[in-house]
Every structure is written in structure tokens, then in C-alpha cells.
């Protein structure tokens, strides 16, 4: 099995390498494959089981999306064909129309999907989610300067309970098409949603998947569910 993840050098913010720290604790006999600013992307000429990237800061988010744009037919291929990607934080931007900026300029990016993000340097939002996916409870938190504008009602990936989705006025966050997965979501989101990564290790063929020291990451989960809950650290 091999996993590329992109850019980790860049992509290390909120905690957010932790995701691949933690994968590799579930599947040790994988293969992580490192892809730098300069390289060529291994999904360009090999074929990844999964493509993995995290949250940046927004200039390095801007370099990243001039090094993908010749690739992001490639991109709309694996994601078509029904390959496992996981993209955090900022990441999943990328992905967008445009993001536009405080002066009202856009930074035009893969147009994969029809959503665009709108940038306020100045006003960093900050909650906490709980919601659901595939019958199971998702936490995770969000800290970005960024809100998300565009109808994912089809392809969302978490219904929200509480905190925020795409926005602020929506409880559908991220999007959910095939087994691409994006999240503006950070924690890391897999060490703090086992049974997430479980789902993802079984899309990746592991069969009776068990994520690492499961007893505590379930333990560890439950609590912060209830404690979400009553938690008043959270936009509604």
C-alpha cells in the first residue's frame, strides 16, 4: 500500500501531520511517500492507494495551487475513478473556483468543484464541530480566515450538530465525493475520529480494520463527544 502525502513541509499546521503520524501507527506496513514543493507528484506518474494533504499558511496555499494546476485533470481522474483522498484545514480549497482576498482579487484554483472561498486576513474564525457521518459521530475543530460559499448539499461530508459547515449560517460541512473527502476541519481529524479512520483503512482494503491504540482513541473520543455537547466554545 502507498500513500503520498503532499507537500508535509508546508502542510503542517494545527496538528495536522499528526494525521500521517497516526496512519502510520494503523498501517505499518505501508508505504509514505513524501512529495516536496519541486517534485512532481507520485499520482502523476504512479499510482498512490491514497493522496493525503494538510493545512497551510495562505501563501504557501497560493505556491501549492500554481504547482497543481497543470495536474488537475489528474486530480478530477483519481476522484472520478473513486481513489482515497483526504484534504484538511485549507487544503481542501484548492479544489474551489477561486478564493477571493480582502482586496477583492481572486486566486483562481482547480475548479474541480463548484464552491469559492472568501479570505479575511483579519478575521480568523474559531469553533468547535460535532456531527455525523456514515452513521457515526465526527469532531473536530476549525480555526480558518476563510468562509465557504456555494451549494454543497449533494456531496457535503459532515451533517452538523453544532458549530459551523461550510460557514457560518450552514451545518453542512466539507465535501464527500467517492472516496475524496474534504474538511476545513483540523485536530488532527483522524486521531480524534477512530472510527473515521477505520472507515478510511477499509476503503484502503484493510479488512477487520482496527485503528491504533484503539481502546484509548475511543475512550478519548466518546469523552470529547459529550464533552462538545455542552461545550459553549461553540459557534452556533
Not at 494503523?26 to 512532481?40: G, H, Q, V
Request: with cysteine; charged share 25%; net charge neutral.
Amino acid at each position: 500500500m502507498q500513500i503520498e502525502v503532499l507537500y508535509p513541509e508546508q502542510c503542517n499546521l494545527f496538528g495536522d501531520s499528526g494525521n500521517i503520524r497516526y496512519l502510520k501507527k494503523c498501517l505499518p506496513d505501508a508505504e509514505f511517500i513524501n512529495t516536496s514543493l519541486n517534485d512532481t507528484p507520485f499520482f502523476v506518474t504512479g499510482d498512490p492507494d491514497m493522496i493525503y494533504m494538510g493545512a497551510c499558511t495562505e501563501s504557501n496555499q497560493e505556491k501549492i495551487i500554481s504547482r497543481l494546476m497543470p495536474y488537475k485533470d489528474k486530480l478530477k481522474e483519481a476522484i472520478d475513478s473513486g481513489k482515497v483522498m483526504l484534504f484538511t484545514g485549507n487544503a481542501p480549497e484548492i479544489f474551489y473556483k477561486y478564493i477571493e482576498k480582502d482586496d477583492k482579487s481572486k486566486v483562481e484554483c482547480l475548479g474541480i468543484f463548484d464552491l469559492y472561498a472568501k479570505q479575511r486576513i483579519f478575521e480568523r474564525f474559531n469553533t468547535l464541530v460535532l456531527g455525523s457521518f456514515d452513521g457515526k459521530e465526527v469532531v473536530g475543530f476549525k480555526t480558518q480566515f476563510t468562509q465557504i460559499y456555494g451549494d454543497n448539499s449533494g456531496n457535503y461530508f459532515v451533517k452538523v450538530e453544532r458549530g459551523a459547515g461550510i460557514n457560518r449560517e450552514s451545518k453542512l460541512e466539507g465535501v464527500h465525493v467517492n472516496n475524496f473527502f474534504a474538511t476545513s476541519m483540523v485536530g488532527p481529524l483522524l486521531v480524534m475520529n477512530p472510527y473515521f479512520t477505520e472507515y478510511l483503512m477499509g476503503k484502503l482494503g484493510v479488512s477487520d480494520p482496527k485503528c491504533a491504540f484503539r481502546e484509548q482513541s475511543v475512550k478519548a473520543y466518546k469523552d470529547r463527544i459529550t464533552d462538545f455537547r455542552t461545550c459553549r466554545c461553540v459557534t452556533e
